[in-house]
């Protein structure tokens, strides 16, 4: 792996291990674990007791070195500030289950790059190289195999000395668990190691479950099943009494089970010659199958049977407990291990630029975040992010998750399931749709009123799905509840009034992702209200849907209109009279419906002005909806040259290279001399309201990176990595954790927006009802691609150009290829394939079913 982390970079390092939707277990930058979020909600800080990686060295039967795979603390030594009550927290030093006071290494170095981390540990004074490697396998399109409840290690000690020498490696985990706890030794086909379960006989408590862990079956195992039971610093002290004796660890075993802290330990043990090289398998596996709504207060249910209603996760339904999940993740890991690698090296060979690739690779660790779950049918469900300990704004929001362009095209039925979701249990019987869906699933609606980005945005990420999928059962399946959504637009039951006239633009109160609502036409908005009614007139023609016509003229007269009357020249703006009062009295009427007041919530009696509007500022967001469009297939919706004059401008106004004097009175996710692109800002003569746009002077990463792909797409390559850099430069693990970019929490699904940066600079195309598929890249290279079923890499280089299919089998009918008037001839492997050529595209008769293995080749 290219990337390194080196000295302070590490300082803010956590890698989460761990399946979709399974919760994860983290790896810092010194190599302890830490952040145990594997009980159905975040859990930050957490280190789960004294568990933690060691290694012992033996010459002649005399032990001669032994230490924990840490490497020095890093971090404030007076102690945390959130731990307030005994004699722990600021003021009595680090934590003892850091365990920063037992012999160590001096110094490590963390090499990451999504789904793949290692840790080598550096101290000269011990007698050997010891690297630790982790993983959890991430196979795009095999979702089950992506969801498994355990994190995967690998030790590899190289002996250097010029002696024989016997190294043991030992793994000791906590028991989590407040009640009696029962240890128990598992012996399977392929795996051995120890259970952590309690007396907890209810198979529905919310508690219910066990960690295991271990290693191969077959290998030599010691263990101890319990630590030695003392009070005061006992038990640490008598383990490291038993691990540093010559010989074998000693097992203990308590007959009565106890509820104080109770640590166990596999150990492995071998005899290295100079030069040898040993390398071991290590697991811990996790089952708590038992769902519960823990952040919705009580009031707020429809019905009291569905507040504490248990559900079960997924992975409930793949492995009947913890032992089961252990015994197929070893079984597996040769198969699991070698696809994870061959997407990894796929991904990481493409031609982008570092920092971009970074992007694309690191925020995708999202996805085995405890910011995701999946439900008891295997679907999706996303908080935005998390908090401390619990999930942060629920509901797969659909504005946030607008932008996170990871899952539809790494795991597509993931995706469709968001989809299936929404439209399930969101809509009304009106077409509206709250943003935020409910659990447990059937538990009513929420109280809140639609928002135009969330449900016009889910209109285009249907026809994506649709597209990418190629499956019109699927659309016709949705497509009445699609209709219905468009539609609310002009609904005389829509209470915010978006278009009442069909006139194809928004002009009334229109809630959206900044948490408040703009009044009047904006092109942000109205954008994904015109791609919303161009992909549906394509939805409709397929279905035979007669207002297919409708539709398109509607999107004609909103594109028209947003062209004309709000673009000022240099970027696209909102059309309001921010003094006017009456503009949020016309919609006392929803107060109604929804409740709240509009006029107290939104008139500035001080200013004499409407508050929380953009009115003549530049928003960062103001072609939001273009991007979506291009990066779903639905295509133009704007005038070209309006939008490449709009992305100058946000460059030009929004960027600041360097953040020492932009004032920002809201979250702080960019400071100092660090850069970053701002919500919305009103250059010099364009009036700012008194009270703007919340979150306006923030930067906020999802944000950045829409309006950074969308340069780049047009041509302002260096405009749109400056802001990439900007981004990556704050997470350069010394002042924020690489794998964790924060917005409203942490692990913020709204990131994902940076894998278009591949889909751009890859030229992706696709529309698989046609088996249409293939790049037009920015440059020559190498780039990955993924799609439903299938993935693998396209190349593109002076003389031919190439496709090779790592992963499924998918079938093709148009190859869409650079210079397709060019080529010469074609072959699929080393066979000459007949071929027709189209205006961006090769077309074969039929279509070519592309095995795994199989290279597609023309030559120019």
Not at 552 to 576: P, S
Not at 739 to 758: I, K
């Amino acid at each position: 792996m290219k990337k390194i982390y080196r000295g302070n970079k590490r300082q803010e390092i956590c890698f989460p291990l761990g399946g979709i939707g399974t919760g994860s277990i983290g790896l810092d930058g010194t190599g302890r674990l830490r952040d145990w979020e594997i009980f159905n909600r975040p859990d930050k800080g957490s280190v789960n007791g004294f568990s933690h990686f060691g290694v012992k060295a033996e010459k002649g039967g005399r032990t001669v070195d032994a230490r924990v795979l840490n490497a020095d603390l890093m971090g404030s030594y007076m102690g945390r500030y959130v731990e307030k009550k005994g004699h722990a927290g600021y003021g009595y030093g680090p934590d003892r289950h850091l365990m920063s006071g037992v012999p160590h290494f001096r110094d490590c170095e963390f090499a990451g790059e999504f789904p793949l981390a290692q840790v080598r540990f550096l101290d000269e004074t011990f007698p050997g190289k010891v690297t630790l490697d982790a993983f959890n396998p991430f196979i795009p399109s095999d979702p089950d195999g992506s969801s498994i409840p355990a994190a995967f290690f690998s030790v590899e000690i190289v002996n250097d000395t010029g002696e024989e020498l016997a190294y043991t490696l030992e793994l000791s985990v906590n028991n989590p668990s407040s009640r009696a706890h029962i240890h128990r030794i598992i012996k399977g086909k392929c795996f051995q190691g120890i259970e952590l379960a309690d007396d907890l006989t209810d198979d529905m408590d919310p508690k219910y479950g066990s960690i295991v862990f271990g290693i191969p079956a077959g290998d030599d195992m010691q263990v101890q099943r319990y630590w030695y039971r003392g009070s005061w610093f006992d038990n640490l002290s008598v383990f490291w009494q038993d691990l540093t004796a010559p010989g074998a660890l000693r097992d203990r075993n308590y007959e009565e089970p106890g509820n104080a802290e109770d640590i166990a330990t596999v150990a492995v043990r071998t005899v290295l010659a100079p030069g040898g090289v040993w390398r071991q398998r290590f697991l811990i596996g996790w089952h708590y199958p038992n769902c519960v709504n823990y952040w919705k207060p009580a009031d707020q249910y429809d019905s009291a049977e569905d507040r504490g209603r248990v559900w079960k996760n997924w992975y409930a339904s793949l492995f009947a407990d913890a032992p089961s999940a252990a015994e197929y993740a070893m079984a597996q890991w040769d198969r699991l291990y070698e696809e994870t690698l061959c997407f990894h090296d796929a991904l990481y060979s493409s031609t982008l630029p570092e920092e971009a690739l970074e992007a694309v690779g690191s925020n995708i660790a999202v996805l085995k975040s405890p910011t995701v779950f999946r439900l008891t049918d295997g679907q999706f469900y996303g908080f935005e992010g998390c908090s401390c300990d619990a999930g942060s704004c629920e509901g797969s929001c659909t504005h946030v998750w607008n932008y996170a362009m990871a899952l539809p095209f790494l795991f597509p039925s993931l995706e469709r399931s968001m989809r299936e979701l929404d439209y399930t249990y969101n809509l009304r019987e009106d077409g509206g749709m709250p943003f935020r869906l409910q659990l447990p699933l059937g538990s009513g609606r929420w109280r809140f009123r639609p928002c135009v980005d969330g449900q016009m945005g889910g209109i285009i990420k249907t026809y994506r799905e649709w597209k990418l999928s190629g499956d019109d059962e699927w659309l016709a399946k949705w497509w009445p509840k699609v209709k219905l959504s468009l539609e609310y637009a002009w609904s005389p039951q829509n209470a915010d009034k978006w278009d009442p006239g069909r006139t194809g633009v928004i002009t009334g109160r229109q809630h959206h992702t900044l948490d408040m609502e703009l009044f009047g036409p904006n092109a942000w908005l109205n954008g994904f209200y015109i791609g919303a009614l161009k992909a549906a007139s394509e939805m409709a023609d397929a279905m035979g849907d007669g207002d297919a016509a409708l539709y398109r003229e509607l999107a004609r007269k909103g594109r028209e209109y947003t062209d004309q009357e709000l673009f000022n020249g240099e970027y696209y703006f909102q059309k309001v009279d921010i003094r006017d009062k009456g503009v949020p009295e016309s919609f006392r009427a929803s107060d109604q419906v929804y409740g709240g007041d509009v006029v107290g919530t939104y008139w500035n009696e001080e200013a004499g002005q409407i508050k929380y509007q953009i009115g003549e500022g530049c928003g960062i967001d103001q072609l939001l909806g273009q991007w979506m469009c291009e990066m779903a297939g639905v295509g133009e919706i704007l005038d070209p040259s309006h939008v490449s004059s709009a992305l100058r401008a946000i460059y030009r106004h929004n960027f600041k290279p360097s953040l020492r004097d932009h004032f920002n009175p809201c979250r702080i996710y960019g400071l100092n001399d660090e850069a970053g692109m701002v919500i919305c800002d009103w250059p010099e003569g364009r009036e700012k309201p008194v009270v703007p746009v919340p979150y306006a002077e923030e930067c906020m990463h999802g944000f950045e990176y829409q309006a950074a792909c969308h340069m780049i797409s047009k041509g302002l390559e260096e405009e749109g990595l400056n802001v990439v850099r900007g981004i990556r430069a704050r997470y350069d693990g010394e002042k924020r954790n690489p794998w964790n970019e924060m917005e409203c929490g942490s692990n913020y699904a709204r990131s994902m927006a940076s894998y278009a940066l591949l889909l751009i600079y890859s030229g992706f195309r696709f529309d698989m009802r046609l088996k249409r598929m293939g790049m037009l890249p920015i440059r020559r290279g190498r780039y990955f691609w993924s799609l439903d079923g299938a993935w693998g890499t396209f190349t593109w280089l002076e003389g031919k150009a190439e496709l090779n299919v790592l992963y499924g089998s998918p079938e093709l009918g148009e190859w869409v290829i650079p210079e397709a008037d060019k080529v010469k001839n074609v072959l699929m492997d080393a066979s000459p394939v007949p071929y027709r050529v189209g205006k961006d595209a090769l077309l074969f008769d039929g279509s070519l079913r592309l095995a795994k293995g199989t290279r597609l080749t023309c030559v120019y």
